[in-house]
C-alpha cells in the first residue's frame, strides 16, 4: 500500500500549484488575439518622411535643374519687375521679349545639348577590325523552322 504524503509536503504541493496557476494567470492577461479581419484601405493618412523622397538619378538630376531654373526664373522676373518699375513707361512685351529672350535660348540649349548626350549614349561603339592576310567572309544565313506535336527542325541555309 503507497504511502500518504506528509502534510508539509501537501503545502509544498499546493504553494506550487497555486504559482503555476498564478503564473498562467498573468499569461492569460497579456495575450491577446484580434481576429477581426483588417480593411483593405484605412483611414490613417499617410505620414510625411523627413528628407528627399527616394527617386532615380535622372529624376533627381532633373529635380535639380528645375529648382535651378525656377531660382533663375525668380531673378530673371524681379530684374523684369525693377525695370518696369523703374521707367514708368516700358511696355511689358518689350520688356517680356528682353528679359525672356535670354532664358528660352538657355532652355533650348539645354535641351539640344541633353539630346545630343542621349543620342551618343544610344550609339553602338564603333570597331575597327585590322587583318594581315587574306580575309573570307561566309554571308550564310540559316533559317530554323520547328513545327508539329513531335518537334522536327528543318534547317535551310542559303
Known amino acids: 500500500m503507497p504511502t500518504q504524503p506528509e502534510p508539509t509536503d501537501r503545502a509544498e504541493v499546493q504553494k506550487l500549484a497555486n504559482a503555476v496557476e498564478e503564473a498562467l494567470a498573468e499569461e492569460m492577461k497579456t495575450f491577446h488575439r484580434d481576429d477581426t479581419p483588417l480593411p483593405a484601405v484605412g483611414t490613417t493618412p499617410p505620414v510625411p518622411q523627413p528628407g528627399r523622397p527616394p527617386m532615380s538619378q ?3 538630376d532633373a529635380s535639380a535643374l ?6 533663375a526664373s525668380l531673378l530673371v ?18 520688356c517680356a521679349v ?3 529672350a535670354p532664358a ?11 539630346r545630343v548626350k542621349a543620342t551618343v ?20 544565313s540559316i533559317n530554323t523552322t520547328t513545327r508539329g506535336v513531335i518537334a522536327n527542325t528543318r534547317n535551310q541555309t542559303r
Open 77 to 94: 522676373g524681379g530684374s523684369a519687375s525693377l525695370v518696369m518699375l523703374a521707367s514708368g513707361s516700358a511696355d511689358p512685351v518689350v
Open 58 to 60: 535622372r529624376a533627381t
Open 104 to 114: 528660352v535660348l538657355v532652355l533650348a540649349i539645354g535641351r539640344l545639348v541633353g
Open 98 to 100: 528682353v528679359l525672356g
Open 66 to 71: 528645375m529648382l535651378s531654373g525656377g531660382a
Open 121 to 140: 549614349e544610344a550609339a553602338p561603339p564603333t570597331h575597327h577590325h585590322h587583318y594581315n592576310g587574306d580575309v573570307y567572309q561566309d554571308q550564310r
